[in-house]
């Protein structure tokens, strides 16, 4: 069955660092992966996937996620945060096809804080 | 091009009652999915609807339930209500469904079962 991991509940940063966001998965076969980001009192937002291709994915908000296999991890990161990029995020998971087995999975959510 | 809406924004009922929640998908999309978050079990799947059939379901009981209109628009609906059925619905949706696509997804139906 697939599942995914986000580590850490919080994690906390200075504007203008690099942050990291954690995640891991577990997927019979290739992975279909994807980072979407919830501001309070709203929806998820689409921020990038990983289909196939190269390993570095590049998505919205100057955020991008790196791919990789041999650890089954699948971070975020931003190469400097910003206030503003306070928010829940969430890691998901699916596998190939259209079964029944093929449902998107979401991670906890790893509550980013970044202050002034 | 517009948005997934999602009606109403906020809800308050009682136990015992039922609720029905309305999903408008993105233009062109089939794909119609739900979701309960909640701050103890965080995003769980309920279903997933595409040409007005349902194609996936979650683990959850008989009193939820969904329907998929020709128009994508898709309704779920809660018989009894439970206090733990209280959380944020979330209703995405996805051009076909497949397991490359992307899910957009509307602001939510905050539900409080008092």
């Known amino acids: 069955a697939q599942s995914v991991a986000q580590p850490e509940d919080q994690v906390n940063v200075a504007e203008g660092n690099p942050l990291t966001v954690k995640c891991t998965y577990s997927?019979?076969?290739?992975?279909?992966l994807f980072w979407y980001v919830q501001y309070p009192n709203r929806g998820l937002q689409f921020l990038l996937k990983?289909?196939?291709?190269?390993?570095l994915v590049k998505g919205s908000y100057g955020f991008e996620a790196e791919f990789n296999k041999s650890q089954t991890s699948f971070h975020l990161k931003k190469p400097s945060a910003l206030v503003s990029d306070s928010a829940l995020y969430f890691c998901a998971v699916r596998d190939k096809g259209y079964s029944s087995a093929s449902k998107i999975i979401f991670g906890s959510g790893t509550r980013l804080s970044i202050r002034p | 091009k517009a948005g997934v809406t999602q009606t109403p924004r906020y809800l308050i009922k009682t136990r015992g009652q039922q609720v029905t929640l309305s999903c408008s998908p993105i233009s062109g999309h089939r794909s119609v999915s739900w979701y309960q978050q909640t701050p103890g079990q965080g995003l769980q799947f309920l279903f997933e609807?595409?040409?007005?059939?349902?194609?996936n379901k979650g683990n959850f009981p008989g009193r939820f339930s969904g329907r998929q209109f020709s128009n994508s628009r898709s309704e779920m609906n809660v018989s009894t209500l439970e206090l733990g059925d209280s959380a944020l619905y979330l209703c995405?949706?996805?051009?076909?469904?497949?397991?490359?696509?992307?899910?957009?997804f509307g602001p939510g139906t905050r539900l409080t079962v008092l």
């Open positions: 990983y289909i196939t291709g190269d390993n």
């Open positions: 609807y595409f040409s007005e059939t349902q194609r």
């Open positions: 997927v019979s076969g290739n992975p279909y």
């Open positions: 995405a949706s996805s051009l076909d469904g497949g397991s490359t696509d992307t899910q957009y």
